[in-house]
């Protein structure tokens, strides 16, 4: 189990969901969803509960999830949402339902509008010779911590249900003919009126974050024995010629091209059914010597930037189904390495409107290098809901630079370095000292352009948040790095990081709101 703080704002599709009080405690309350169009009345604490994958767009497991309840003249609808890994030592539960109902409040009041009421969900399985009303009982402690937290912040949880083995049960209700003791059965997953509704509007729900993580886990075959020993063999041969500024800019070069060449092959095969079926393709399609030149071509900061252009049009789904690929490659004492391939994969999945994967790629990414600014900063623009744009215009700036002559519009390295020279953290002394000069490796425009909401966010949110937004370890202070661009792991592999400051190298340094949810 992963614990992170994780946000999502509301859904794009018009106004999906919300609520209607309606009679007495013993009557419920009535919810009004919304899909597109159409409006959908949940009227029980079942219906609740079959919405919320609704809700989140994937099934959550063991998981604490809160959902803002946000008045509209007696009428309502569901806003913003806040998920955090259900913590397993019992004395971290208060603090977590704390940081996790000021992350979502303070989230809310920054899109302008400030929950009412707030409706909890606990999902978790039973364990090994538990069931699933003693799963409710083990967790009761926590739905109350949750509800005191919310009560201090002055919004009421109006519901709060936990669901485990299939069934439900309300910690609010204490009606037998609704909420039983047993628990009552959740519905067939997709025979809900919600369910057919959200179909309708294109809501689609994507299984469990589980699966969805598995996609980017490194491999535990056979395989990864020879994907270890290429990425042995070509660090011998890469590592040396990435630290000398006299053949970088070859590497740089022969890494795009590789990467270029693999993209064009994954375009041209055959499509096949299914995610476990196309990964396995794409894995046939990649050489254990062309995965192991990518990888460390790609710990260069420089090689990592060129490579966030393909983002849009035809290169994103090349692009996002390699860098997926990537990320298994890493296997063994190169998990550190996935942070580029995953931060990638986070950026594509960000830009074109997948935020779920999105947060979940950069959150393992932050997992395989707490440092890596980048992904940080991706991070927390997705988990705040910045409009990808204003990075995809500076990579396209940055693109179209290349062909012009030096200096001349913003492609000009003096440009881009003077636009980041006074940004917070930029100084030497924020991290570990410079390796790369300034003018060497000037800051990547789409920095800027994430730093400086990030500052802004930063300074509104109440200390130790962890809910919509926060992204854990962002005040931390990166390790420091040896001279030249490297630093040891502990697993004694040769890895190179070429940075030029902790402001702009995200590669400088060696994460479900999982360590970067």
Known sequence: MTNHGETTGSFENGEIAGYERSGSRDTHETYDAAAGSHQVTLRTPAELADALPYLLGYRPEDSIVLVALHDRGGKGRFG?????????????????????AQGLVAGSERRGSRP???????????????????VRERLAPLAHELRLACGVLDVPVIEAL?????????YCCGSEGCCPAEGAPMGLPGTSVLAAAATYAGIQVRGTLRELRARLLPQETAAALEQEVALDTAGMALVP?????????AVTEETVALAERVMRRFAEAAPVSGALMADSRDDELLGHDEAA????????RTTRDRAAEWMEGDEAGPALRLWRALARRCVGPYGEHAAAPLTLAGWVAWSTGDDLEAREALAMALGADPDYLFARLLHQACNEG??????RRCLRSERGGRGRPAG??????DERTGSSEGAEGSDASDGGER?????AAPEPAALPALEAPARRRRRARPAGATGEGAVPGMNARPRARAAGGTRPRGSGKGVVRRHSGDSGGAGAASHDGGREG
């Open 162 to 170: 936990c669901i485990s083995e299939g069934r439900f049960w309300s």
């Open 293 to 300: 030149r990518l990888i460390l071509g790609l710990q260069d």
């Open 435 to 439: 390796s790369v000069p300034r003018d």
């Open 386 to 391: 910045l409009d990808p744009e204003s990075v």
């Open 80 to 100: 913003g949402r806040a998920r955090l890994g259900i913590p397993a030592n019992r004395d971290d539960w208060e603090s977590a339902a704390r940081q996790l």
């Open 116 to 134: 009412e009421q707030i409706v909890v969900f606990l999902c978790q399985e039973p364990a090994k010779g538990e069931s699933g009303r003693q």
């Open 408 to 413: 001349e519009g913003s492609g000009g390295a």
């Open 241 to 249: 010629r990435i630290l000398d500024d006299a053949s970088r800019v």
